[in-house]
């Protein structure tokens, strides 16, 4: 189970981007968002959202 951003929350830090080890999240617009295929669940990218906006989906 991939872990999503929600939109409505982010803040498009970037922070998220630069913690994935497998790169499954880019640039969306002014925000960010995770490609389910890519994501290897490991949480890495909740961890460092200063908003919270990741989570399990």
């Known amino acids: 189970m991939a872990y ?3 939109q ?3 803040v498009g830090c970037g922070a998220c981007e ?3 080890p497998v ?4 640039p969306d617009s002014d925000k960010y968002k995770i490609d389910p295929v890519a ?3 490991c949480s890495a990218c909740a961890e ?3 908003v919270s906006a990741i989570t399990k989906k």
């Not at 790169?23 to 880019?26: E, Q, W």
Request: hydrophobic share 30%; net charge negative.
């Open 39 to 41: 994501c290897t669940d």
């Open 23 to 26: 790169t499954a999240i880019s």
């Open 18 to 20: 630069g913690a994935c």
């Open 4 to 6: 999503y951003i929600t």
């Open 48 to 50: 460092v959202c200063p």
């Open 8 to 10: 409505s929350i982010c």
